[in-house]
């Protein structure tokens, strides 16, 4: 079975600009989180979505959005980019997110210059 | 205020020897455990798991221990091997409370090196 892919896997973009990451899921997998990993704060969740549909959304600003869709593919999206948004973007996924353990994909680095 | 703490940042180990990776946490409600191995510029990769009712599991050379009362795990590596050297976290989910869906809680990570 494939893994969890991501893309791209970097990234660079300017402040101001926005940016969207994607995510597929192992096949059969219907959740999908979102972490953002930096030096400083470790992981951190962004949200996860199961069939279509937010379930969970982590401590960050209106400014982090997502969606997935019917075959369970995720997009990430973070509008008007600061430097502090510059971080390793991990994509995970679960069968149904509330049972069983999170595979991850090889991220997407961002740079935001 | 962190809910899951590795306090060690770093660990170095002779070849062969045994691996001690310590994670505390302060959340009672955490019920699902993980370690996951990172090396730079990759995602996470699952290692082993243990459930709260649980306080051993073991896959080859990986064994988790889970002390509930002092709310404290460990991941014993052995023998360790040159290839073991990455950064290990520590997670924790609270899967039978509401509002808990797909998140894990992850300690810092301690970052493990194995000499041959």
């Known amino acids: 079975k494939a893994g969890v892919t991501q893309t791209p896997r970097y990234l660079i973009k300017t402040r101001g600009q926005q940016v969207t990451l994607s995510c597929s899921p192992i096949s059969g997998h219907r959740s999908v989180s979102w972490y953002q990993q930096t030096p400083g704060q470790g992981l951190q969740f962004l949200f996860e979505?199961?069939?279509?549909?937010?379930?969970n959304k982590g401590n960050f600003p209106g400014r982090f959005s997502g969606r997935q869709f019917s075959n369970s593919r995720s997009e990430m999206n973070v509008s008007t980019l600061e430097l502090g948004d510059s971080a390793l973007y991990l994509c995970?996924?679960?069968?149904?997110?509330?049972?069983?353990?999170?595979?991850f994909g090889p991220g997407t680095r961002l740079l935001v210059l | 205020d962190q809910q899951v703490k590795q306090n060690s940042p770093s660990l170095s180990v002779q070849e062969g020897r045994i691996s001690i990776l310590n994670c505390d946490y302060t959340n009672s409600m955490f019920d699902y455990f993980l370690w996951y191995k990172k090396y730079p510029a990759e995602g996470p990769t699952f290692l082993i798991s243990?459930?709260?009712?649980?306080d051993k599991n073991e896959d080859g050379r990986f064994t988790v221990f889970l002390n509930k009362s002092a709310k404290h795990l460990s991941l014993h590596i052995v023998p360790s091997q040159p290839g073991d050297s990455a950064v290990y976290f520590c997670?924790?989910?609270?899967?039978?409370?509401?509002?808990?869906?797909?998140?894990?809680?992850f300690g810092k990570g301690t970052k493990l090196s194995v000499k041959p």
């Open positions: 995970a996924s679960s069968l149904d997110g509330t049972s069983e353990t999170q595979y």
């Open positions: 997670a924790a989910s609270a899967l039978n409370y509401g509002g808990s869906q797909g998140n894990l809680i």
């Open positions: 979505y199961f069939s279509e549909t937010q379930r």
């Open positions: 243990i459930s709260s009712i649980k």
